[in-house]
């Protein structure tokens, strides 16, 4: 189980600084990730699978006489969903109307006869 452990100690110098980090380093279980926060830098956070987060606390205290235990909490892991691809679409093409073929239109006009004899 990974585990978020946040202890505020008191760290005067670099010297006792460095001290912080040994003892974290020695303590048991894995430990992932170590970092200061807060204003002062005065805070320890440790983040690990199966570290004692009161042992090492009692380790701190026994060092530099004063550390206090703020914080265990348990680390959940995001999971990432897989991206999907995203779907191309083809743009559709616009749609025109049919234009028909244009014909000239064709007028039959004839004349009248008038006159009834057709040999002239």
Same mark, same amino acid.
């Given at each position: 189980m ?6 505020k ?6 010297k006792c600084?460095? $001290? ?6 020695l303590?048991?279980?894995e430990?992932?990730?170590?970092a200061? =926060?807060? =204003?002062?830098?005065d805070?320890v956070?440790?983040?690990g699978?199966?570290?004692?987060a009161?042992? @090492?606390? $009692?380790? @701190?205290?026994?060092?530099l006489?004063?550390a206090e235990? @703020?914080l265990?909490?348990e680390?959940k %892991?995001k999971?990432e =969903?897989?991206q999907? #691809?995203?779907?191309?679409? %083809?743009?559709? #093409? ?8 244009m ?10 006869? $008038?006159? $009834?004899?057709?040999?002239?």
């Amino acid at each position: 189980m990974k585990q978020k452990i946040v202890i505020k100690a008191q760290v005067r110098c670099k010297k006792c600084w460095s $001290t912080v980090m040994k003892i974290v380093a020695l303590a048991e279980g894995e430990i992932f990730s170590v970092a200061w =926060e807060g =204003e002062k830098k005065d805070k320890v956070v440790v983040i690990g699978d199966g570290v004692d987060a009161a042992t @090492l606390t $009692t380790n @701190l205290r026994k060092k530099l006489g004063c550390a206090e235990l @703020l914080l265990v909490q348990e680390v959940k %892991e995001k999971k990432e =969903e897989p991206q999907k #691809p995203e779907k191309v679409t %083809e743009p559709t #093409p616009p749609s025109y109307p049919f234009l028909y073929p244009m014909y000239g239109s064709v007028v039959v006009y004839e004349d009248p006869c $008038t006159s $009834t004899c057709n040999i002239m």
